[in-house]
């Protein structure tokens, strides 16, 4: 079986509100994406296509895959202006693949042990999404923030990535959402539920596998990247 991991590094980061992309900030000596870049590299997945700005492409060529030597990065692709389109395109450049893992980017602590959960439970059950409990109660709130309903924390999880799919699910589930124009997509195993109406299997992620958002995002990581 062939593993392709896709990750994702097209954004903005607009919510981080820097002068330099979130994805190439500096952290513990090198820019934010070699860390996901890194993990993959280390994993069993043969293959990695990194999706970026179109303008970015030919950065991350020389700065980065020469630069550290990534052999598993066998293509370099420019993203759309949202996250799923960005992965449709990462999808469309994977083609003969069996199994695919969708990692943010911008999730430098992801380390083999989830990467590895994911695949074995895609082997099982088709699908396996990085997640954690939330810690928090959470509140659904109507449109005036008037709290409306309390789900039980027993049932509410965060999601992360990597998402992995076995790719003769993923590839027409995203084909189907792009066809009929459904917006919103915030994540992967969305795809799967509004297109097959399929649940996904949540598997173990950790508190530390953060996506660096907003610029206290930078704090935390400064702190955890001193611990790998
Ligand atoms: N991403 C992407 N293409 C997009 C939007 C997002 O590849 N059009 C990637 C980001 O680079 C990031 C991951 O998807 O690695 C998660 O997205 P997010 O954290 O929302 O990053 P940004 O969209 O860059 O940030 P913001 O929403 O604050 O602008
Ligand atoms: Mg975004």
């Known amino acids: ?8 590094a097209a954004g903005k980061g607009s919510r981080m509100n820097s002068g330099i992309q979130k994805q190439y900030m500096e952290l513990g000596g090198f820019p934010l994406i070699y860390y996901a870049l890194n993990a993959f590299e280390r994993s069993r ?6 999706v970026t700005g179109q303008e970015e492409v030919d950065y991350c060529r020389t700065e980065i895959i020469e630069k550290f030597q990534f052999r598993k990065v066998h293509q370099i692709i420019s993203g759309g202006d949202e996250r799923y389109l960005s992965v449709f395109r990462g999808l469309c450049a994977a083609e003969s693949t ?7 980017g911008a999730r430098p602590f992801v380390t083999d042990d989830i990467i590895e959960r994911t695949i074995q439970s895609t082997l099982q059950y088709g699908s396996g999404i990085a997640a954690v409990p939330v810690k928090d109660t959470v509140k659904i709130a109507d449109d005036k923030q008037f709290a409306v309903q309390t789900p039980s924390r027993d049932h509410v999880w965060m999601m992360q990535t990597p998402q992995t799919f076995l790719y003769s699910l993923i590839k027409p589930a995203y084909e189907k959402v792009i066809e009929q124009r459904i917006q919103n997509i915030t994540d992967d195993a969305m795809v799967l539920e509004l297109a097959l109406g399929r649940s996904v299997k949540l ?6 596998n953060i996506k660096i958002t907003t610029p206290e995002d930078m704090e935390i990581a400064e702190i955890f990247v001193k611990k790998i």
């Open 203 to 208: 598997v173990k992620g950790s508190y530390r």
């Open 1 to 8: 079986m062939k593993y392709t991991a896709v990750i994702l």
């Open 45 to 50: 997945v043969d293959d990695i296509i990194l």
């Open 98 to 104: 069996d199994l695919v893992l969708i990692h943010d």
